[in-house]
């Protein structure tokens, strides 16, 4: 009996280290659950921060740059088809007219995202000033006026190798229609124009604007051609040609994007956009954007 009784006693005493023991463990799982939501609302606030963050510089970054409506405002017979990788792009386009004179631009700079889009506000910034407050208008003087003016932005990158790599490449022709003639100089980057209905490439300089530094002086130059109504140009950055995609997973190459000029050149400027959007979007598929995507298309 005085053992059963010590039994008794002590599986209460069992049961009741045990009850501790699990409510010990519930309140601690409670309290770690507790810290990890709270965890988790701190992240996703910062998140959401920046989120919202990034789609006010997003707007802030479409309000700076010449939109779609303003190119056809210069001239109707115009398109501008881009896609942003990320919601920020480092492309970016810019056009202005003076008096019979037309000036296109369409430029691709260091980086995606955030530092993309500061150094395409920088690169719209330094059009601005060399064209519209210096009103220069011959293409190879305004790349070289813009160089310079890189270089004196990022002077620092001595004291930082990094910055060294930081500049754009574009493409820029100043369309003269009383002369009827187009001058084109690029920073490696080509124009490509429909002339009598053939399509003909002219390359751009070898040197970007700003980056890395090999050469003591630089030299862009210019081309002049004369052009007929009708005839067509493309300026455009390499966004397009590299998108990885098709049922072999590979790029698109510049010879794709060529092919596919010459199919749709005979069309209407809304049905080349149109035809170029979709033809990205069947190529690219499910796959990720591999870069911005920038093009900008004229009949003259």
Not at 148 to 156: A, N, P, S, V, Y
Not at 211 to 216: A, D, I, P, S, T
Not at 274 to 286: C, N
């Amino acid at each position: 009996m005085i053992f059963l009784n010590y039994c008794m006693i002590a599986g209460s005493r069992i049961r009741k280290l045990i009850n501790q023991s699990v409510q010990k463990r519930t309140n601690n799982y409670r309290n770690d659950n507790i810290r990890i939501v709270q965890q988790y609302m701190q992240e996703q606030n910062k998140r959401n921060e920046v989120d919202e963050s990034i789609r006010y510089a997003s707007r802030l970054q479409r309000a700076l740059l010449p939109s779609e409506t303003d190119l056809r405002n210069i001239n109707p017979a115009s398109f501008l088809f881009s896609i942003p990788r990320n919601e920020l792009s480092g492309d970016f386009s810019w056009y202005t007219r003076s008096g019979s004179k037309i000036i296109l631009a369409v430029a691709d700079c260091t980086g995606h995202g955030i530092p993309g889009a500061l150094m395409s506000v920088l690169g719209l910034s330094l059009l601005n000033q060399v064209v519209l407050e210096e009103r220069c208008y011959e293409p190879s003087h305004i790349l070289r006026r813009i160089d310079e003016k890189m270089r004196i932005t990022f002077q620092h990158a001595e004291e930082n190798p990094r910055d060294t790599f930081d500049g754009m490449d574009i493409g820029l022709c100043m369309i003269d229609t009383a002369a009827k003639t187009l001058s084109f100089a690029g920073a490696t980057r080509p124009i490509w124009l429909i002339i009598n209905g053939e399509l003909l490439e002219i390359q751009g300089s070898r040197y970007p604007i700003g980056g890395m530094r090999l050469e003591k002086m630089r030299e862009y130059t210019s081309t002049e051609i004369n052009y007929s109504a009708g005839d067509q140009l493309y300026l455009f950055t390499d966004g397009y040609s590299d998108q990885f995609g098709g049922k072999d997973d590979k790029k698109m190459t510049r010879a794709r994007l060529r092919q596919l000029i010459e199919m749709i050149k005979g069309f209407p400027v809304e049905q080349q956009k149109a035809q170029l959007q979709e033809f990205f979007l069947l190529w690219k598929g499910r796959r990720e954007q591999t870069d911005d995507v920038t093009m900008l298309g004229m009949q003259l």
